[in-house]
């Protein structure tokens, strides 16, 4: 989101709200390794935010900072709008096929929340 605003000189709130209200939704999707000795298994995990109506308020006001990703676990579900990719990292662990070891599995998830907070959206 920020390449957007960057692209479009989006710097006061009604500049963003404008930009906001085109977008109907952001993922962004990174591969990572799912283990270390076996760097053939990654998994493809996104980042998505949807743009409602709360969330492109949150937007106009807050800026980049609205985009904290939130996990609908936690969160009540009509509150998320930025899901996160420690969210989805637990939900593919869940319905993997091939699952991997719980110390692998631990790390997959830190690294998930780590980019979550560090990157945000």
């Known amino acids: 989101m ?13 500049e963003r709200k404008a930009v906001a209200d085109r977008i109907v939704a952001l993922v962004h999707v990174v591969a990572v390794p799912l283990t270390q ?7 493809l995990v996104p980042a998505v935010w949807l743009g409602t109506p709360r969330s492109r ?5 807050d800026g980049l900072a ?4 939130t996990d609908p676990g ?5 509150d998320c709008a930025c899901f996160g990719r420690y ?12 699952p991997i070891e719980a110390q692998a599995e631990k790390k997959f998830t830190a690294q998930m929340l780590a980019r979550d907070l560090l990157e945000g959206m």
């Open 57 to 61: 308020q949150a937007f106009m006001s």
């Open 37 to 43: 000795s076996d760097n053939s298994k990654t998994a």
């Open 87 to 98: 969210s989805f990292a637990k939900k593919l662990l869940v319905v993997a096929k091939d």
């Open 66 to 69: 609205s985009l904290l990703p």
């Open 74 to 78: 936690v969160a009540e579900e009509r």
């Open 2 to 14: 920020a390449m957007i605003l960057r692209a479009t000189g989006a710097v006061t709130p009604a």
